[in-house]
């Protein structure tokens, strides 16, 4: 199975800026669309950002658009969320996620659409 692992999360204050990497195993990364969620004690999981396999398109929630970016390096199988002016409100377990199989790319705001997740990096906002 494709394994994935987070890493940067931490605790900034509120203006800062994080990095959050997603290190992914196997061989045919570049295939994978990828994502990020969050997800905070008692509430749902929420969709943050996705990029496509082909690399080309991006997406993000309303509440972090202009702020974070999503990019990918296939060369180090490995995306990245850049989370820039983060806000208290941002303060998650964020997790990354893959889709092997390709699947419809208008359901990528759906935990659904992703096969394979990493077991989540803190990011902690404080005021």
């Known amino acids: 199975q494709v394994q994935l692992v987070e890493s940067g999360g931490g605790l900034v204050q509120a203006g800062g800026s994080l990095r959050l990497s997603c290190a992914a195993s196997g061989r045919t990364f570049s295939s994978y669309s990828m994502g990020w969620f969050r997800q905070a004690p008692g509430k749902e999981r929420e969709f943050v950002a996705a990029i496509k396999w082909s690399g080309g398109s991006t997406y993000y929630a309303d509440s972090v658009k202009g702020r974070f970016t999503i990019s990918r390096d296939n060369a180090k199988n490995t995306v990245y969320l850049q989370m820039n002016n983060l806000k208290p409100e941002d303060t998650d377990v964020y997790y990354c996620?893959?889709?092997?199989?390709?699947?419809?790319?208008?359901?990528?705001?759906?935990?659904?659409?992703?096969?394979?997740w990493g077991q989540g990096t803190q990011v902690t906002v404080s005021s």
């Open positions: 996620a893959a889709d092997k199989y390709r699947a419809n790319w208008s359901l990528r705001r759906s935990p659904e659409y992703y096969d394979y």
